[in-house]
């Protein structure tokens, strides 16, 4: 499969595999300096350890305003450029959780296997997952495209959603979403992201795997 959508919106990349990600911690106590942020941080450094494709990070921490969120958003990919916008926290059943609301209003496609798979793998530790509303969907404008992704609001719930779980010997038992993220982002018209797969294998069909120089 291929696309004729390009990643020509970010001139400043220093490398043409330069993936741009946008972080967004949504917290109204946070972004009020009642406590430090958690969330930013956290998706940080999985990051570092986790990808060994060149990489750039944005990252905002805001309140959860709907209007607010989706401006954020919009500013990410329409002018930062970036390829993948993840989100944290606001996404509950309270009436101040409205980041997939927010999300949705500014995309063009749902991808609703992400939000389902967050929440199997949140299953397996709180009956209280189904209460999750994670949404993960797609912005595409005229030369540039993006995934987005709502996230867990707590950093432990981060990194297992997005690494998936593993037994005692470190065997994948439930696949993360990250696994597929790499391949979602080649075939919007990304750059081509490698992992470091002791952390976390990226999964490619045999025809899309770049060979190694």
Not at 16 to 37: C, F, H, K, M, T
Not at 134 to 139: C, F, S
Request: glycine share 8%.
């Amino acid at each position: 499969m291929s696309t004729n959508i390009t990643n020509s919106k970010n001139k400043n990349r220093q490398h043409p595999d330069e993936v741009w990600i946008g972080l967004i911690s949504i917290s109204d106590r946070a972004s009020s300096g009642v406590y430090q942020d958690e969330g930013i941080p956290a998706l940080e450094n999985w990051f570092s350890k986790t990808l060994l494709s060149p990489w750039h990070m944005e990252s905002r921490l805001i309140p959860d305003e709907k209007e607010l969120i989706s401006k954020t958003i919009i500013e990410l990919i329409d002018l930062v450029g970036c390829d993948l916008v993840l989100t944290t926290g606001g996404t509950g059943p309270s009436r101040r959780d409205v980041t997939p609301e927010a999300t949705l209003a500014v995309s063009t496609r749902e991808m609703p296997g992400f939000g389902e798979q967050m929440r199997q793998i949140s299953l397996k530790f709180v009956p209280t997952a189904i209460l999750s509303r994670q949404v993960a969907a797609l912005r595409e404008i005229d030369d540039h495209a993006a995934l987005i992704i709502n996230l867990p609001g707590q950093p432990k719930a981060v990194q297992e959603t997005l690494e998936g779980l593993k037994d005692s010997d470190g065997k994948s038992i439930m696949p993360g979403i990250f696994a597929a993220v790499p391949y979602c982002i080649d075939l919007i018209g990304g750059p081509y992201i490698e992992t470091n797969e002791a952390v976390l294998k990226a999964f490619r069909p045999k025809s899309a795997i770049r060979a190694k120089s």
